[in-house]
């Protein structure tokens, strides 16, 4: 696929301009000033995410305490445009906001644009800040393209002016995808981006470097400095006022690996007797704060898990095998009622799956299911993710993905697709019972991505517990390969509206595709 500037992204050049010519805000990070001169400033850009056929969220940073308000318009003139009122913007928040979209035309391209106001005197307003997505269409016939993928600013790679800041957004955008899955690892929050890092061939690699990314994130300021990190990459906000969100969080939005109950630290970087639970907190707000999520704002639980639905050809089961897991484990247990997912996740899951009419079910899942993820622990051979590398019946975790999997083959659940990213490579795995110690499944794909701007590693071993077997695979020989060396990826979803056929291809950074896979509707073992 020509990876030319398409219509919209034609018809969105002027209303785009103004984003992408935005300055680097001046603080680098740091909170806003009370005593600036001047209109309220948007420097961060603008973002919508959970759009669905009649609403979606529109998010803004200020640089100042403000009232936002977005006006939305069938085109970019914004004639006849239609105004809503906003949150005041202030230092609880750190300056961030979201407004909910509602009412909005089915299909249709929406234009918006935020402007903030004094709140002492609401007629003067800053610069407005443009952007746009398209609602989900209620029609089948329009089919639906997404691309996804995870990992960003890991491993010490950060912001590199010199080779185009994170890239890979250009690319992603390129394909006028109506939505990006972003798979978790938003942030390094637990790593460290210095001025240069070397590189195998002598040169080193130059970062954008801020405070916040000095050191190891512990308050919720430190937190929030992280996500507005990669809010200074021009590309990525370019992008965000182009294509919406569907985000995920995963272990380095607190620290590698972690687990609910984990209590860490020698003194360096994390003081002794560091509670992850609480930095979960912290990071949970912070995510809040910088991300338009819909579930986030109306429940106590801080719930991430939910249902993206887009018309009558998808529904994505947006996961969190984060925050409900058990602990890291040698996962060998015989009875495992917590596992990845926990108990009231499971059964949301479930439910939903069996309720949906969509002809693809989608499941973003932050983690793989074959891949052995090891998080050795004092000679302990402890797992991360759910494989633990034994291929016979099903253990610890793998306990709970085969009732899950059980569950939709008994239950005659078909269309589902598993999408993940977290190990830095791209790959495609097919499972079968024919090959598999738990026979009790119907055959499905699972499809990896990432990064997007962050170490590169190898591929890990297969575990044989449910049949995988590896289609495809890019990756390094060596760990911890730089983006200046590529090996940076994202995938893309195409769904045809006529035929219902779903088609995977896995990208490089530049949009080069590696690997192509179409499947077909209704087929079981495709």
């Given at each position: 696929m020509s990876l030319s500037l398409p219509g919209r992204r034609g018809v969105l050049r002027g209303s785009l301009a103004a984003s992408a010519a935005l300055s680097l805000p001046t603080a680098l990070g740091t909170a806003p000033a009370f005593a600036l001169s001047g209109r309220p400033r948007a420097d961060w850009g603008v973002q919508a995410g959970d759009v669905s056929a009649d609403s979606g969220l529109v998010w803004v940073r200020s640089d100042r305490p403000a009232r936002m308000i977005v006006e939305t318009s069938a085109t970019e003139s914004f004639r006849d445009a239609r105004r809503w009122h906003g949150p005041l913007l202030g230092a609880d928040s750190d300056f961030t906001g979201t407004t909910r979209l509602h009412g909005l035309p089915s299909g249709e391209q929406i234009h918006y644009r935020v402007l903030l106001a004094d709140p002492d005197d609401p007629r003067r307003t800053g610069e407005p800040v443009t952007g746009t997505f398209r609602t989900a269409a209620t029609r089948r016939r329009t089919g639906v393209r997404f691309v996804w993928s995870g990992d960003l600013a890991g491993q010490g790679w950060g912001i590199n002016e010199s080779l185009g800041g994170y890239r890979i957004f250009d690319a992603m955008a390129g394909l006028d995808p109506d939505f990006f899955l972003c798979s978790g690892d938003n942030i390094y929050a637990d790593g460290v981006i210095s001025a240069t890092q070397a590189l195998p061939d002598g040169s080193l690699y130059r970062n954008v470097t801020t405070e916040a990314k000095s050191h190891v994130a512990l308050t919720l300021d430190d937190f929030r400095g992280n996500f507005r990190y990669n809010l200074l990459d021009e590309a990525l906000r370019r992008f965000n006022a182009q294509v919406p969100n569907v985000i995920q969080w995963d272990d380095h939005e607190v620290r590698n690996n972690w687990y609910p109950g984990e209590v860490v630290?020698?003194?360096?970087?994390?003081?002794?007797?560091?509670?992850?639970?609480?930095?979960?907190?912290?990071?949970?707000?912070?995510?809040?704060?910088?991300?338009?999520?819909?579930?986030?704002?109306?429940?106590?639980?801080?719930?991430?898990?939910?249902?993206?639905?887009?018309?009558?050809?998808?529904?994505?089961?947006?996961?969190?095998?984060?925050?409900?897991?058990?602990?890291?484990?040698?996962?060998?247990?015989?009875?495992?009622?917590?596992?990845?997912?926990?108990?009231?996740?499971?059964?949301?899951?479930?439910?939903?799956?069996?309720?949906?009419?969509?002809?693809?079910?989608?499941?973003?899942?932050?983690?793989?299911?074959?891949?052995?993820?090891?998080?050795?622990?004092?000679?302990?051979?402890?797992?991360?993710?759910?494989?633990?590398?034994?291929?016979?019946?099903?253990?610890?975790?793998?306990?709970?993905?085969?009732?899950?999997?059980?569950?939709?083959?008994?239950?005659?659940?078909?269309?589902?697709?598993?999408?993940?990213?977290?190990?830095?490579?791209?790959?495609?795995?097919?499972?079968?019972?024919?090959?598999?110690?738990?026979?009790d499944f119907a055959p499905f794909w699972?499809?990896?991505?990432?990064?997007?701007?962050?170490?590169?590693?190898?591929?890990?071993?297969?575990?044989?517990?449910?049949?995988?077997?590896?289609?495809?695979?890019?990756?390094?020989?060596?760990?911890?390969?730089?983006?200046?060396?590529?090996?940076?990826?994202?995938?893309?979803?195409?769904?045809?509206?006529?035929?219902?056929?779903?088609?995977?291809?896995?990208?490089?950074?530049?949009?080069?595709?590696?690997?192509?896979?179409?499947?077909?509707?209704?087929l079981v073992g495709q």
């Open positions: 630290g020698t003194g360096t970087p994390y003081p002794a007797g560091t509670r992850l639970d609480d930095l979960a907190v912290r990071s949970r707000r912070a995510f809040s704060e910088y991300f338009p999520v819909s579930t986030l704002g109306g429940r106590p639980d801080g719930r991430i898990y939910r249902v993206h639905h887009h018309g009558p050809l998808l529904d994505v089961f947006v996961l969190d095998m984060r925050t409900y897991r058990n602990a890291n484990s040698p996962d060998d247990q015989r009875t495992d009622p917590q596992g990845i997912l926990g108990a009231e996740q499971l059964a949301w899951l479930k439910r939903g799956l069996s309720r949906s009419r969509a002809v693809w079910k989608v499941i973003a899942a932050d983690m793989p299911l074959g891949l052995v993820v090891p998080d050795p622990v004092e000679g302990r051979a402890n797992f991360e993710a759910v494989a633990q590398g034994d291929p016979g019946a099903p253990l610890g975790r793998e306990l709970q993905i085969a009732e899950l999997l059980r569950h939709i083959k008994h239950d005659g659940v078909t269309g589902t697709v598993w999408l993940t990213a977290d190990v830095h490579h791209t790959s495609a795995q097919h499972y079968d019972p024919s090959r598999a110690a738990s026979k699972e499809f990896v991505s990432g990064p997007l701007n962050a170490g590169a590693f190898p591929a890990g071993a297969l575990d044989g517990t449910f049949g995988p077997d590896r289609v495809f695979v890019k990756a390094p020989t060596a760990s911890n390969v730089s983006p200046a060396e590529g090996y940076q990826f994202f995938g893309e979803v195409d769904i045809d509206g006529h035929s219902g056929e779903l088609t995977v291809r896995l990208r490089e950074y530049d949009g080069t595709v590696l690997f192509t896979r179409t499947l077909r509707p209704g």
